[in-house]
C-alpha cells in the first residue's frame, strides 16, 4: 500500500514518532543539565515571565487609570525582560536549542499523526478527514437573501446580485435602512415554491435562514459576503471571494450538518454568554468594537455590572463563570483567547462544544497562562444540552446573549441544544477553504506509534 508517496506509510510514521521523542527528550535533558543549572532557571525565568505577562494583562483589561497603565507595561516589559535576562545570564544559546528541539519535536509528531492518519483513512477505504456531499440535481427555483451592507458591502463589490441572476435565482435584496424580518421574508420565499434558500450576509442572517431551510427541509446556499464567516470558514468555501460559493448552483455537492438551538433560536455557530454578550449589548459596539471593549471591560470585570453565570452542561455544574462559549460542534483549538483563528474540524458531531471561563483575579490569570486547559479557571468540554442562568445582575430573569454575534436578551434559563444533521447545505464541489485539519496532538499515541505500530497491512 503507497500512501502519499511512501511504500511503507507505517514505518514512515514510526520512524517520525520515535524522532519526535528523541528530540523532546534532548529538549527536556538539555533544559535539566545544560550548563550546570542554566536550564531550570531558563524554564524558572520562561514561566515566571508569562506568569507576570498573564498578570499584566489583567490589570490592563480589568482596571482603569495608574494601573491599566501600569498593566500595560507589565504585559509588555516581562517577555522583554526575560529575553534580557537570557542574554545578560548567557543562557540564550541553551534556550535557542531548546526551543529548536523542541519545535522539531512537535513538527514530527504532528507529522507521525497525519501519516498514520492517513493509513488508517487508506484501510477505510479512502479518506475521512473531510466531508463530502452527495451531487443533487440543479435547483430550479433558489431564492437568495442578501444583505448589501454585509462585510463592508461584499453585494456589490462582487456583483452577487448580477451574477445570481445570470444563474437563475431570485434575489431578495434587503433595504438598509428599514429592519426586516429575515425569517419572513424567507418563508414568504418557500410558500412562492422556492427549491433553495440562501444567504450573503453574516452568520446571525444565515443562522435565520438556515432555520427556515431546515424546517421545510430545503437546501441552503451559504454566500461568505459577511464580515467573518465562521460558517463559511468551516464548510471550507473561498472567504476571499463570495462569488465563488455561487457555483454550488451549477456543480455542487450537499452535506448535512447540524443546527444548535438557543432558547428556541437557531446558531449555527456560536452562542457567548458573560462578558463578550455584554460587551455586544452597547450600541456603539457595532462602530467602535476596540475602544467600546476598553471602556467597559474594567467595569464587567471588577465593577459588578457583568453577568455571572451558572451553567450546567448535561450533570455538570460549572458556577460563577465569566464567559461562556457554546459552540454547534466542538473547535480543534480549545483556546478561548484564539477563538476567531479556531476552526470545527466536524459540523456533523451531534455535540456543542463547551468553554467555560472564571477568573476572578491576577493570581488565577497567570495560572491560566501557564496551566492552558488544566486551570481551575478553565472548563473545556462537550455537552448535548447547557442550561444557563444568571445571578441576579440584570433585571430578574433575563441574561446578555450574543448568538453568532447578535446582540440578544434572553429570559433564563437559556437552553441550548442540537439538532443532528438537521440542515442540509449546498456547497461547490470545489472548496478551496477546505483544508485538513491538523489532528490533535497526543504524546500517548505518539509513544504507541514509536514502540507498538498498528501491523502493516497489505497491498
Not at 101 to 112: E, P
Not at 160 to 178: F, I, M, N, Q, T
Not at 249 to 268: I, P, T
Request: charged fraction near 20%; glycine fraction near 12%.
Amino acid at each position: 500500500m503507497t500512501v502519499n508517496g511512501s511504500d511503507d506509510p507505517t514505518g514512515e510514521a514510526r520512524l517520525l514518532a520515535r524522532w519526535a521523542l528523541g528530540t523532546a527528550a534532548a529538549a527536556v535533558v538539555l533544559l535539566l543539565t545544560g550548563l550546570g543549572a542554566g536550564g531550570l532557571v531558563i524554564l524558572v525565568i520562561g514561566l515566571g515571565g508569562l506568569s507576570f505577562s498573564a498578570v499584566g494583562i489583567w490589570w490592563f483589561l480589568a482596571h482603569r487609570g495608574a494601573l491599566r497603565v501600569f498593566g500595560g507595561v507589565v504585559a509588555v516589559g516581562a517577555p522583554l525582560a526575560v529575553l534580557a535576562l537570557y542574554v545578560i545570564g548567557g543562557l540564550w544559546l541553551t534556550a535557542l536549542l531548546a526551543l529548536g528541539l523542541w519545535s522539531v519535536a512537535l513538527v514530527c509528531a504532528r507529522a507521525a499523526l497525519r501519516s498514520i492518519r492517513a493509513v488508517e483513512d487508506a484501510r477505510r477505504g479512502g479518506r475521512t478527514d473531510l466531508a463530502r456531499g452527495e451531487r443533487r440535481p440543479r435547483p430550479r427555483r433558489p431564492v437568495l437573501i442578501m444583505n448589501p451592507k454585509s462585510g463592508g458591502g461584499k453585494v456589490a463589490r462582487f456583483g452577487l446580485v448580477e451574477r445570481a441572476e445570470k444563474l437563475g435565482a431570485r434575489v431578495v435584496l434587503l433595504d438598509p435602512s428599514v429592519e426586516t424580518d429575515v425569517a419572513a421574508l424567507a418563508q414568504e420565499a418557500v410558500a412562492g415554491g422556492a427549491d433553495l434558500l440562501g444567504v450573503a450576509g453574516g452568520d446571525g442572517t444565515q443562522a435565520l435562514v438556515a432555520a427556515v431551510a431546515a424546517e421545510h427541509d430545503l437546501p441552503f446556499l451559504v454566500i461568505s459576503a459577511g464580515t467573518r464567516n465562521h460558517f463559511a470558514l468551516d464548510l471550507g468555501l473561498d472567504r476571499a471571494d463570495p462569488a465563488t460559493c455561487l457555483e454550488a448552483l451549477v456543480d455542487g455537492e450537499e452535506l448535512r450538518v447540524d443546527l444548535g438551538s438557543v432558547s428556541g433560536r437557531a446558531f449555527v455557530n456560536t452562542v457567548s454568554f458573560g462578558v463578550y454578550a455584554d460587551v455586544v449589548q452597547h450600541p456603539e459596539y457595532r462602530d467602535d468594537k476596540a475602544g467600546t471593549a476598553f471602556e467597559v471591560l474594567p467595569d464587567l470585570l471588577q465593577g459588578g455590572e457583568g453577568d455571572r453565570l451558572d451553567a450546567t452542561a448535561d450533570s455538570l455544574r460549572l458556577p460563577a463563570q465569566q464567559a461562556l462559549l457554546v459552540s454547534n460542534n466542538p473547535y480543534a483549538a480549545p483556546d478561548p483567547f484564539n477563538a476567531v483563528a479556531a476552526r470545527r474540524p466536524l459540523l456533523d458531531g451531534g455535540e456543542l462544544g463547551v468553554i467555560g471561563i472564571r477568573v476572578d483575579g491576577a493570581a488565577q490569570a497567570a495560572e491560566l497562562a501557564v496551566r492552558g486547559t488544566q486551570s481551575a479557571g478553565l472548563n473545556v468540554l462537550t455537552a448535548a444540552r447547557v442550561e444557563v442562568v444568571g445571578q441576579a445582575v440584570r433585571p430578574p430573569g433575563t441574561i446578555s446573549v450574543a448568538v453568532d454575534g447578535e446582540a440578544l436578551t434572553l429570559p433564563t434559563p437559556v437552553v441550548c441544544t442540537l439538532r443532528p444533521r438537521a440542515l442540509r447545505v449546498l456547497v461547490p464541489r470545489h472548496r478551496p477553504g477546505a483544508v485538513e485539519p491538523q489532528p490533535p496532538m497526543d504524546w500517548r499515541r505518539i509513544t504507541e506509534l514509536a514502540f507498538h505500530p498498528s501491523p502493516r497491512s497489505g497491498t
